[in-house]
């Protein structure tokens, strides 16, 4: 599986942003996908998932109520929609899959892409 994240850029805080993520071959209707991201000096942090096969969600708490995750199964795509953006929020976002039902934790996902930047200013 391969994956393409886009839709990165430079915005203010309030604003909002779509990142999608193209995937590669027939079986993306089966893979959990989920967005992580990182800031500057700091950890690697989940964002949020959309679990195969239930279709259940789960969000950090930081995001939640203001980031959705859905899927485009004609496009074999996935977007994070971010409204509200905060300076914290400011980081490289990476989209990744995995073929079993996942968690928060980065080791549960086998699949990255290469990471897209979300710069967000006060």
């Known amino acids: 599986v391969q994956l393409q994240a886009s839709g990165g850029g430079s915005v203010q805080a309030g604003g909002s942003l779509r990142l999608s993520c193209v995937t590669s071959g027939r079986t993306f209707r089966w893979y959990t996908m989920g967005w992580f991201r990182q800031a500057p000096g700091k950890e690697r942090e989940f964002v949020g998932n959309t679990n195969w096969p239930d279709g259940s969600s789960d969000y950090a708490d930081s995001v939640k109520g203001r980031f959705t995750i859905s899927r485009e199964y004609a496009k074999n795509t996935v977007y994070l929609q971010m409204n509200s953006l905060k300076p914290e929020d400011t980081g490289v976002y990476y989209c990744?899959?995995?073929?079993?039902?996942?968690?928060?934790?980065?080791?549960?996902?086998?699949?990255w892409g290469q990471g897209t930047q979300v710069t967000v200013s006060s």
């Open positions: 990744v899959a995995d073929r079993d039902r996942a968690g928060r934790n980065t080791l549960h996902y086998a699949y």
